[in-house]
């Protein structure tokens, strides 16, 4: 038998995980444990880079000149030391 741990969540956590497992035992039609619910949390976890958004961010021409205009004049306060 496995080696198994015992850990306390609270009900708020404990009802969305039973959530989560639910939706995934849906999309892989087949039963789905809290164990196997966590691993695929987790899988996902530390897979997203700040590149891997790249583009998500939709913004018009005016939007993006009025954030690089205010980042202008805020770099033109700064004084080197």
């Given at each position: 038998m496995e080696n198994t741990k015992t850990i306390k969540i609270s009900p708020k956590v404990y009802a969305e995980l039973k959530a989560f497992?639910?939706?995934l035992s849906e999309r892989l039609t087949r039963h789905?444990?809290?164990n196997d619910a966590l691993e695929d949390l987790?899988?996902?976890a530390h897979?997203?880079?700040p590149?891997?958004?790249t583009g998500a961010w939709v913004m018009s021409d005016e939007?993006?000149?009025e954030i690089?205009?205010?980042?202008k004049e805020l770099w033109s306060t700064w004084k080197l030391v």
């Open positions: 497992t639910s939706i789905v444990t809290i987790l899988s996902h897979k997203n880079k590149s891997d958004f939007e993006e000149k690089k205009d205010s980042l």
